[in-house]
């Protein structure tokens, strides 16, 4: 049914392509808000995800399945809204030691959990641990998604470990 609704979809059909996004959508959210860690932030990328799809669904060729190919979409559009985020909080916390220095008050500290420390990670290592563990794919299927090898995934997913451990431990210090 959904390798219909996709080949109608690539072909313009409107229902088609909205009877897919309507099938998908839920799990699109939950991707993006694995990988956000926001409501309102995986709310932003499951909608940037459906504009992208509508724009997108005519490239897609059937080459990997479709879920893979919408995994690589939305985690794309993740990306995208977390280096934007990223970008918003480092100006925010400039402005906020800018004004504690002149105030002369004290910086906030930071109380970081597991995801939150995930989401911290450099993007590779990140990517990989929020797929085989968020997500619960297998080492081959974050390959394919991702586009490396296995064993790729396999080493970020131990550099990542020891990242973690250093991470939560200075978090906890």
Known sequence: METELV???ALGDRQAFAALVESRYDFIHAVAWRWCGDRQDAEDVAQEVCIRLAAAIRGFKGASRFGTWLYTVTLNAARDQMRKRRRAEWRDAAYLREQAVLEGGPEEGDNEEL???VRQLPDKQRDAVL???GEGLSHAAAAEVLGCAETTISWHVHEARKRLK???RDAAA
Do not use: D
């Open 7 to 9: 080949e109608k979809a």
């Open 115 to 117: 995801w939150q420390a």
């Open 131 to 133: 797929l085989i563990y």
């Open 166 to 168: 250093v991470l939560l």
